[in-house]
């Protein structure tokens, strides 16, 4: 079972969805065995930002009714610091587990900006670098005169990725959010400013407040104030937004929402996606995408 | 620094101990590498876990290996939320998940250094699998709130106690015991496990008498694998550390002062450096 994703050719249709899964770090924690079963038929890296982020002041979890709500803040070394150490050590590391595979595996960069032209810069940066297959946009990024997601917007999404599109001819994949309106309104607003695929869902926006009987009781918990809800709670919720996406447009769609086990992929597949992403069950299990993955392939595949 | 093997394992209880307050989980390990002492793992039970109250726990609990020999891995419970909760409900032949081991251990003593061993509450059982390995004599303070809670100090021998409530050994705080230990002769490293409170101290005075400290922090943790970012404390100078992965245990250099971790929840406070929710009142063993 090998699937064309763009033009690229990916091995199943499991891969990460991004900031959900650090491969340098995993490589620390786990060595070559990492490598003997990589997970991932594509890689999508955490999100990079032109300037260096420290990230959120903690505490960044809280964990709810079966999921996780998380307010990490994006932390990453800046487009610079990711393009001269990381990303030589993680397409070495690619390389060796493709080879491992007997397989490539495509890496894929996700990039947020404010602007159209933050966001130009960082698409433009990617495409120079042959180690990277594929950018990914995240869009959820507050307009700094409206304050409303770019992404959450259909027209400002469509202006926006109309300015980015032209920096790369590569595969380039728009993350939706699912905090507006009108989901399949910004996907079709992506295919038609040149969009290759959108990605979704990212999480739901979510808070939790400190217990009562703590010190900072009755206010936010979280360091960052709210915070993004993932894992089984949200799995009904992606399951709906990604059929009426896939209903909407013809680029390809990667559906994440809570996949936990090989059925819950193919409830996303049905739907109409192409690939099927896992975030936060690799918290769970790191090796959870690729017991999926088998799962998937068709009887007598190699895995 | 043992690598764990990229795969959770499927693994059954061998038996569950009552230890004063606390429970020792025993749980038959063969497969596991040899963790360095301080390496903590991410324990689920295999059934029944989510679904509870409020749908939690959902994710996996940090907890430091007590003890690693004959085939088995032990560590050391204390129900104060949803996680150690089933955790301590399991017996014998009930089946678990474990990832592990994880993270950073100690590192032993230089040369001509004396070893002191200071533990708070649940936090000692790292210095447990500790005492094991370290090929010399060694200083154990060990701080627990009462009675019930001190029988904990079973898992090492030769402890020095102190209790809250003055009920074995000294009656205070164990970083007393440490600071008139230091005075005598501060040619030592400390290894210290315990809460942040505790841990602060420790580190002041250890700073103030130029003697090294190895700190085995918690902090909320999702992954224990460097792939949530969740588990972070502020490093000296600016920036955060991973605990997972720079840690648990950090040297105390590296550090500006020892901070309240992060948690996901009000009893849900995940800690490689001892077990994993620790209930928020855990700080008055010290």
Not at chain 2, 72 to 90: A, C, K, N, W, Y
Request: charged share 20%.
């Amino acid at each position: 079972m090998s699937i064309d994703f763009c033009g690229l050719r990916l091995a199943h249709p499991v891969i990460n969805g991004s900031g959900t899964f650090d491969a340098l770090a995993a490589e620390r924690a786990f060595g070559e065995s990492l490598c003997e079963a990589f997970p991932f038929a594509a890689f999508v890296s955490k999100t990079i930002t032109l300037e260096p982020r420290e990230g959120n002041p903690p505490p960044r979890l809280w964990e709810a009714p079966a999921g996780l709500i998380n307010s990490i803040g994006l932390p990453n070394k800046g487009l610079d610091g990711y393009l001269s150490e990381e990303l030589p050590r993680l397409a070495e590391l690619l390389a060796r587990a493709g080879a491992r595979q007997g397989q490539p595996l495509a890496l894929i960069t996700n990039v947020m900006g404010s602007t159209a032209e933050e966001l130009s810069r960082l698409v433009e940066a990617c495409d120079l670098r042959a180690e990277i297959a594929g950018v990914e946009l995240n869009l959820s990024c507050p307009n700094v005169k409206t304050g409303l997601d770019i992404g959450a917007d259909p027209g400002q999404l469509g202006e926006v990725l109309q300015a980015v599109r032209a920096h790369t001819g590569k595969p380039l994949i728009v993350k939706l959010t699912p905090n507006t309106a009108d989901v399949p309104a910004c996907a079709q607003a992506a295919q038609d400013a040149g969009a290759d695929a959108v990605s979704l869902i990212n999480t739901l926006r979510a808070m939790a407040l400190a217990p009562r009987a703590s010190a900072g009781a009755r206010r936010p918990w979280l360091g960052g104030g709210s915070g993004g809800l993932s894992g089984p709670a949200i799995r009904t919720v992606a399951l709906a937004q990604v059929a009426a996406v896939a209903e909407r447009v013809s680029i390809p769609v990667v559906g994440m929402g809570g996949v936990q086990t090989a059925a819950h992929a193919r409830g996303l597949l049905d739907a109409g996606a192409t690939l099927v992403a896992v975030g936060t069950e690799s918290f769970r299990d790191p090796a959870a995408a690729r017991a999926i993955a088998r799962e998937l392939a068709p009887p007598g595949t190699p895995g | 620094m043992s690598q764990a093997p990229f795969a959770r394992r499927l693994l059954t209880v061998a038996a569950i101990e009552a230890l004063g307050a606390y429970r020792v989980l025993r749980v038959a390990d063969p497969d596991a590498p040899q963790p360095q002492p301080g390496q903590f793992a991410m324990l689920a039970a295999a059934e029944r876990w989510g679904g509870g109250e409020d749908e939690r726990p959902y994710l996996p609990r940090a907890f430091s290996i007590a003890r690693h020999a004959g085939g088995e891995s032990h560590f050391l419970l204390e129900d104060v939320g949803p996680g150690t909760r089933r955790l301590s409900e399991l017996r014998a032949g009930d089946r678990m998940w474990a990832l592990g081991p994880l993270g950073q251990g100690f590192t032993p003593p230089g040369e001509g250094r004396r070893a002191i061993l200071l533990g708070g509450g649940v936090g000692i059982a790292p210095l447990a699998i500790l005492q094991d390995e370290l090929q010399v004599s060694t200083t154990v303070l060990l701080g627990f709130r009462d009675r019930a809670h001190a029988q904990g100090a079973a898992l090492l021998d030769g402890a020095r106690l102190a209790t809250d409530d003055g009920s074995s050994g000294h009656h205070g705080l164990v970083t007393e015991l440490l600071a008139a230990d230091l005075e005598r002769d501060p040619h030592a490293v400390v290894y210290a496990c315990g809460p942040p409170a505790m841990l602060e101290v420790v580190r002041a005075l250890c700073a103030e008498h130029g003697t090294p400290a190895q700190l085995a922090l918690e902090a909320g943790m999702a992954c224990g694998f460097g792939a949530c970012f969740g588990c972070v404390v502020p490093a000296r100078g600016g920036g955060y550390l991973r605990v997972c992965l720079d840690g648990p245990v950090i040297d105390a250099a590296e550090l500006e002062r020892v901070e309240e971790p992060g948690a996901y929840g009000p009893e849900g406070r995940a800690g490689a450096g001892a077990e994993s929710p620790t209930e928020p009142g855990a700080g008055r063993a010290r």
